[in-house]
Every structure is written in C-alpha cells, then in structure tokens.
C-alpha cells in the first residue's frame, strides 16, 4: 500500500481561536493559529468544537503509567482538548490514547518549525477505531500555548477550532481513486454502496483508478514491454500479489474492464464492483484475473461487450505496447490533481481528509455478508451530506445528518435546524388566532354586561325620578 500524506493545511471558512483568557487571545503571534487535519479519525466537517485545552503529561504521549497520568481518568468523558508533541511514537497511536481517555479532540505541536507535512501509513485497521478529529499546529505556537499551561499549572486555557466545509450545490459530484486489485480500497465502496443507491439521482460519482508510468521506459518512447505495465510503460500498477502469478498488467487489464462497465452502465458498475471486491479479491487474490468472468455473469453483464470494449480502447492489437485511450483520459485526471496516493476521496473538488470507513461488523443474511455500522461515524456519508444545499437534501441525509454544536455548545439537530421556521410559524399562527378570538369574545361580554350595567342604572334612575315625581304631585294635592 502507498503512503498518504497525513494532514492538508486549512484553506477557508476555517479558523482555530482562543477564547479565554483575552489576555493570551490577544497576543498578535496567536491572532492566526494554522492548522493541518489529520487523514484518520473522524472530521466534522462544517462543526465546531470548543473546550478548555490541556497539556500532555507525559507531552509525547506515548508510553502511559499510571503514575504518571495524574488526574486523567478513563471511565468519563473529560470534553477537553489535549495538547501533545509530535514523536517518538506514530500519530495515530497518539490519538487512540487521547480518545481513550476521553478527549474530544488531539492537537499535535510538530517539532520542526519547517512547513507542516507529515506522513504516516493509512492503511492499519486500528486507524478505523479513531473516533475523535487530530490536528496538527506550529511548534512555536503550540509552544506558546505549552508554557502559558505550564505557567497557570496546566488550566484556564479554552480554544474552539471550526472546521472546514464542503461547497453546497443541488447536485453532489464525488470522485474515488483506487486501486483495482486491492480488497482495502474497495470497502469505502461496499460501506456507502446503500446510501448512493438511495440518493442515486442526486449524486454524480466517477471512480478514478490509481496508475503510475514507468520513468524508464518514457526515455525509450515506451516502445518496451513491462511486467507491470500496459501501453509500453504508459499505465503501470503494483503486483497485486507478490510472488504469486499475477503481475500490475493484469491489475491495469481490469482497470480498463472497469471502466469498461463503467462506461455501459453505472449501476451495473455498483454491483460488479462490490461483487468482484468480495469475491475475487480475497485470500485466493491469484485468481482474481479469472474470478472476473463468473462476476460478470452474476451481474448479468455480457462479457463479450466488454471484451470489445477492452480491444477497440487501444489504439492498436497489442495492449502491451499500443496506448489506450480510456487509460490516457485516467492518467490525465490523475496528473491534473497531483494524486500520488490512495484511496482518495474528491468532494466537489474538495479532498476529503479523515479515514474514509468506518469500523463494524458483518453477520450474515440470505443475500451475503452485509456490514453493519454507525453512520454518524461515517465521516464520508456525514460529508457528502454536508454538501448539499438544504433545498435539494435527500431523505436519507434529513433522517441520518448528524446534527452541529453552536456557539454556547448546545446540540442542535440537522432536523431541528432546517423545520424549525416551520414550527415557530405554526405556533405563532396558532397563539395569533387565539389572542383575536380571546380579545374578540372578551369584546363581547365586556359590552354585554356594560350594556346590563348601563341598562339597570338607567332604569334605577328613571324609577327614582318617577318616585320623586309622583310624590310631589301627592304634596300638591
């Protein structure tokens, strides 16, 4: 597996800040903090996370004691922040430490004061048990925050970090560059194959293939046959298998029958990919470049098309040697994004950082093992729906969206935030109409009985004034 590139330096709508003390917030070196992301773990996307940051103890955060530790406690969630140094041990096992003591986020002070660009392996199992963002700051500005820490004996420091989000559009364009004869890169692929088929009209996804060029062979004009390559050279793969019988030809053979399919039918694609992922690509991998036939014909796709497909994509009879048309359209793609590792996932031409699956189990159904998972966790699914503007969101992403902290930290639910509008006019309605038919009905029996009132005072008065007037005709008489 090729290397990734650990982190991606922040470009906008982004920012990391201190809240508190203003008196450190208001330091000029600490108006601007940088940050990288981290390629594992989970990223939330267009969220915030604000919490009181505190220092490592021991500062790499590697080897732990318990002695050592202090008041960390594993059996609660402590919601802070912690801040480690960058070596002596990978970054990720940083991170599994912070997440097991229940911080909410890591950040690493690098130890260079070089431009920040750090590798580390993204192909271990154990990166999918990451749930908790990792970022990467300055090591002279996270050794600001070091000392003032170390000065008010590690407290009364809080930060918040805004993280990056996609662009919103109607309609959301994804692109995934993988491998075609490695099982790994395939399970982003298995893991989001229900949700693309629930909101199929809505996206607009293209699967890339990673493909290399043989240097060597450019200088000769690629006139020269390669075990790893197809075209002379031109498209080149890792030996999927090592010593086994399969070479990087075969892996670029079915990288063009893929696109192949692709190009046929796009749902077909879905099916054979998934299928040929579980099927071909597994302890018996040397099959793989056979194993292809049978999955063709479960997904009912006529594997003489395909063939045909295959021979007229080069530009001649010899795919050792000729080019390939639906290669070069590939590796042009490839060039024009700089991909130099994989998988890769593109999100509206935005690249994804964060660990592209999501840890879960299998059981077994009628239909074939099926992996079942937590979606909230699924960083690409959350992102993907991120990306949609409201007006065009699917059902699946209105029911399964997790939702974003707000400024004072409170929870607000995707749900709550997009038909809350609905529900204030509703009850503002509602209350409106009651007030007129309150106000309406007191109107009236506040006339009614100061009409009675009105009314026996009148006649009170007239039956005192006809008294008054029958006496005096008595005195006169």
């Known amino acids: 597996m090729l290397l990734l590139s650990l982190l991606i330096i922040v470009q906008a709508d982004q920012y990391f800040k201190i809240l508190s003390p203003p008196t450190l917030a208001s330091q000029e070196t ?20 604000s919490a009181e940051l505190e220092l490592a103890q021991p500062y790499n955060f590697c080897e732990l004691h318990d002695e050592k530790i ?11 922040i912690l801040l480690v140094e ?20 890591l950040i690493i002070v690098d130890d260079t004061n070089q431009e920040l660009n750090v590798g580390a392996r993204n192909d271990s199992e154990s990166n999918l048990d990451i749930r908790i963002p990792t970022i990467m700051i300055s090591k002279k500005q996270g050794n600001e925050l070091k000392e003032f820490l170390m000065q008010n004996n590690h407290k009364n420091l809080y930060v ?21 004869m490695d099982q790994k890169s395939y399970k982003f692929l298995r893991q989001f194959y229900s949700f693309h088929m629930q909101m199929n009209e809505s996206l607009q996804f293209t699967p890339h293939y990673t493909l290399g060029r043989c ?46 399919i692709y190009k ?15 099927q071909c690509l597994g302890s018996s991998i040397s099959i793989a470049n056979l194993c292809y036939q049978y999955v063709l014909e479960q997904v009912e796709i006529d ?43 593109y999100i509206n031409d935005i690249k994804y950082r964060g660990s592209l699956t999501v840890s879960g189990y299998k059981s077994n159904f009628d239909q074939g093992d099926q992996e079942i998972y937590d979606s909230s966790r699924f960083g690409p699914f959350q ?92 005195l006169r008489n």
């Not at 918040?160 to 075609?180: A, I, M, N, R």
Request: charged share 25%; aromatic share 14%; proline share 3%.
């Open 86 to 105: 960058r070596g002596e041990c990978l970054n990720y096992k940083k991170a599994i430490n912070a997440q097991n003591y229940g911080y909410v986020m």
């Open 383 to 474: 992102a993907i729906c991120k990306s949609f503007t409201i007006s065009s969101l699917p059902d699946i992403c209105k029911k399964r969206m997790v939702g974003y902290l707000d400024d004072d930290g409170s929870w607000i639910n995707y749900t709550q935030e997009t038909d809350t509008w609905v529900v204030w006019f509703v009850v503002l309605t509602i209350m409106g109409i009651l007030m007129i038919c309150t106000m309406y009905l007191y109107k009236r029996l506040f006339i009614k009985k100061t009409n009675e009132e009105i009314n026996q005072q009148v006649n009170i008065n007239l039956a005192q004034y006809y008294a008054m007037n029958e006496q005096d005709r008595n």
């Open 215 to 260: 240097a060597q062979c450019a200088k000769t004009n690629f006139n020269k046959k390669d075990s790893l390559c197809l075209s002379g050279g031109r498209y080149c793969a890792p030996d999927p298998d090592g010593d086994g019988p399969l070479d990087g030809q075969d892996a670029v053979r079915e990288v063009v029958r893929q696109l192949c």
């Open 70 to 80: 202090g008041n960390y406690n594993n059996d609660y969630a402590n919601s802070k």
């Open 160 to 180: 918040q970090v805004l993280f990056p989000d996609f662009y919103q559009t109607d309609k959301v364009k994804y692109e995934y560059w993988f491998s075609s």
């Open 264 to 278: 046929m039918d796009k749902i077909k694609w879905w099916k054979y990919a998934i299928k040929y992922s579980q």
């Open 303 to 345: 594997q003489q098309q395909i063939e045909k497909c295959y021979k007229e994509s080069f530009s001649g009879q010899n795919d050792d040697l000729d080019d390939n048309k639906l290669l070069a359209k590939e590796y042009e793609r490839t060039e024009q994004l700089q991909i130099r590792a994989w998988p890769i996932l």
């Open 30 to 49: 600490l108006q601007e903090i940088q940050f990288n992301i981290a390629n594992f773990g989970y990223v939330p996307y267009g969220q915030k996370i």
